[in-house]
């Protein structure tokens, strides 16, 4: 019995009709497409696609030698497609004539190839670089000595069922993670942190950067600009709970008028990248690939700011993290400081 069954089985496996591959349509939108509709779909004209393809293409390279790879062009407009418009894989993969197990694989795949080869994440400690920083930042409301405004705010991912997914939930009441940024008067992030659960509190994430060593090092110092959810130190302004009027008011005002650049990146940030926005849903994947889609939307959003790339998304206003009230804590040099700078409003 059980030779015949053996028998049986191997007439059956020779008789098997093996399933014909399919090689679906790739259309080549770079051919078809003007640069303002790139825009729209991929956030970037044709020659920027083109640089970033060849910066990643040694790193995409695929180890098969088959001939029917999916080419890294391809690759690169469905990580970019998605990035932008936060979309269904499936979705995603039918327009660039992929399975849509390809496209998952894939995403990751080219946003890992930027994070590595597109390093353009850099906090500014040159004299001269950091001259010119101040006296942009003072030209917005003639607020002296920044060296840049950071804050935080929440990008939306699905939720987990692991032991530490309670971290994840944001006093908003979803699964994010709580990304703080440090940009310049240009919207360009010069500093990022993106690995903090979204229940993590802003001071705490500056606590773990290397942000406070750095600026606190500057050749000729400088301050951060923070909201309340920030402690007060020598190299970190915050506003005053409860200005008096005048001088105090003055310098709320000021230092909220020039703070103000870092909300508007994230909205800019969010709006060219709509997987990040909550309209997009959530980023449906582990805490650590979405830290690296994240990381790798705003190393893409600075190059976009480098090129001058037009933004054809309406934005937002980012409203961060600013009425979380930071732990009281007298920094009586820091306060002394802030005093004498009053003075000069």
């Excluded at 920044?146 to 939930?169: L, R």
């Excluded at 010069?190 to 600026?215: E, M, R, W």
């Excluded at 915050?238 to 008096?244: C, D, F, L, M, V």
Aim: glycine share 6%; aromatic share 8%; proline share 4%.
């Amino acid at each position: 019995m059980a030779a015949f069954m053996i028998l049986f089985a191997e007439q059956r496996e020779r008789h098997a009709i093996r399933r014909e591959r399919v090689f679906r349509n790739r259309t080549q939108v770079l051919d078809t497409m003007q640069d303002n509709e790139l825009i729209m779909r991929y956030r970037f004209p044709r020659h920027i696609i083109f640089q970033l393809i060849d910066k990643v293409t040694d790193e995409m390279q695929p180890t098969t030698y088959r001939c029917h790879s999916i080419p890294t062009q391809i690759q690169v407009l469905t990580c970019l497609r998605f990035l932008a418009k936060g979309d269904y894989l499936s979705e995603i993969a039918d327009i660039h004539g992929i399975s849509k197990s390809s496209s998952c694989l894939v995403v990751h795949r080219v946003v890992n190839a930027i994070c590595n080869q597109l390093k353009n994440i850099n906090f500014q400690t040159g004299t001269g670089e950091v001259r010119k920083v101040k006296s942009d930042f003072h030209k917005i409301s003639g607020f002296p000595n920044v060296v840049g405004a950071i804050d935080g705010t929440h990008i939306p991912i699905q939720g987990m069922s692991s032991d530490d997914e309670h971290t994840y939930v944001c006093r908003k009441g979803f699964h994010s993670i709580n990304v703080q940024g440090v940009v310049n008067s240009d919207l360009r992030f010069t500093n990022a942190v993106c690995k903090f659960p979204g229940s993590t509190h802003d001071s705490f994430i500056l606590q773990s950067s290397c942000l406070p060593d750095v600026v606190s090092n500057l050749q000729d110092g400088g301050w951060l600009l923070g909201d309340s959810g920030y402690p007060l130190k020598e190299w970190l302004m915050t506003p005053i709970g409860h200005p008096r009027a005048g001088q105090e008011e003055r310098y709320n005002l000021a230092h909220c008028r020039t703070r103000n650049v870092v909300e508007r990146a994230f909205g800019v940030l969010k709006a060219r990248f709509r997987c990040l926005h909550k309209t997009g849903g959530s980023l449906p994947y582990n805490p650590q690939k979405c830290a690296k889609m994240i990381e790798c939307a705003i190393r893409l959003h600075n190059l976009a700011i480098d090129n001058r790339v037009p933004l054809t998304e309406p934005v937002e206003a980012d409203a961060g993290n600013n009425h979380i009230i930071a732990p009281t804590v007298n920094n009586i040099a820091a306060a002394a400081i802030r005093d004498r700078l009053v003075q000069r409003f």
